[in-house]
C-alpha cells in the first residue's frame, strides 16, 4: 500500500488486521490505483464520491464497487494509509527517548497530527457519524489495527507486565487507545475542543511519567 513502509511500526496494523481490500491493494493494479486516486482526493479535502472517482478512473460504477468493495471499505483503507506515516514520523522523533517517556512522545504525536491535519479534521466535520464508526468501532478494520499498533508499543517500550504488571499489554493498549480517542475526538464525542495538551497529561498520568 502506497504508505510509509520498511519500519516494523508500519507493519502491524496490517498483519493484525488484513482486509479483503487491503490484499487487493497489495495484488492488483487497477486496485492500486483506485485507492491511490481516492487518497489523494481525501487528501485534498474531498469528499470521496464513488461515482466521480469511477469516471476519473474510466470505469463504470460496477466495475469500482467489484474492485473494492463499499465506500467504507475504501475510506477506511485510505485512512489508515495516512496513520501509517504518522506513526512512523513520530517513532522517529521520539528515538532519543525509551519506554514509557517514549510510548507518550509516539502517542502524543499521534493524537497532534490527527488534531492538526486538515484534511482529516474536514473529513470529521462532514460525516462526523461515519467518521465515529469507522475510527472508533470495529465497523471497519482500523481501531484492530490501532489497538495491535499500540499494544505492539506496549510490549517493545514496557515489557509483558507493563505498570509492574497492574495490566497485560492488551488491556493498557485499550485504555491508551480510548484516551486518545476521547482527545482526538472530543467535538464529536463531548462538544469540547480536542486537545494534545490534555492527551499527552493523560498519557503521562496512565504511564506514570512525570512531566
Do not use: C
Not at 479483503?20 to 469528499?47: C, D, H, K, Y
Not at 522517529?92 to 492538526?116: K, W
Amino acid at each position: 500500500m502506497s504508505t510509509t513502509v520498511g519500519a516494523p511500526i508500519a507493519q502491524v496494523g496490517l498483519v493484525a488486521a488484513p482486509s479483503l481490500l487491503s490484499e487487493r491493494i497489495e495484488a492488483r493494479p487497477e486496485v492500486m490505483r483506485a485507492f491511490q486516486s481516492a487518497r489523494e482526493a481525501f487528501i485534498a479535502g474531498n469528499r470521496i464520491s464513488m461515482g466521480e472517482l469511477a469516471a476519473d478512473l474510466g470505469v463504470d460504477r460496477t466495475s469500482l464497487f467489484r474492485w473494492v468493495g463499499n465506500r467504507d471499505a475504501l475510506l477506511g483503507e485510505v485512512l489508515w494509509s495516512l496513520a501509517v506515516p504518522t506513526f512512523v514520523q513520530a517513532e522517529q522523533a521520539s528515538s532519543h527517548l525509551s519506554g514509557a517517556p517514549r510510548l507518550v512522545a509516539i502517542l502524543t504525536d499521534f493524537v497532534d497530527g490527527l488534531i492538526n491535519a486538515t484534511y482529516f479534521r474536514t473529513f470529521l466535520r462532514r460525516e462526523p457519524a461515519r467518521a465515529l464508526r469507522l475510527l472508533t468501532t470495529k465497523e471497519s478494520p482500523i481501531q484492530r489495527r490501532y489497538l495491535a499498533t499500540v499494544e505492539w508499543l506496549v510490549r517493545r517500550e514496557l515489557g509483558e507486565s507493563p505498570l509492574g504488571g497492574a495490566i497485560d499489554p492488551a488491556g493498557l493498549a485499550y485504555l491508551l487507545s480510548r484516551v486518545s480517542e476521547s482527545f482526538s475526538y472530543a467535538d464529536l464525542i463531548s462538544g469540547d475542543e480536542p486537545s494534545v495538551e490534555r492527551a499527552s497529561v493523560a498519557f503521562r498520568l496512565l504511564l506514570r511519567v512525570d512531566a
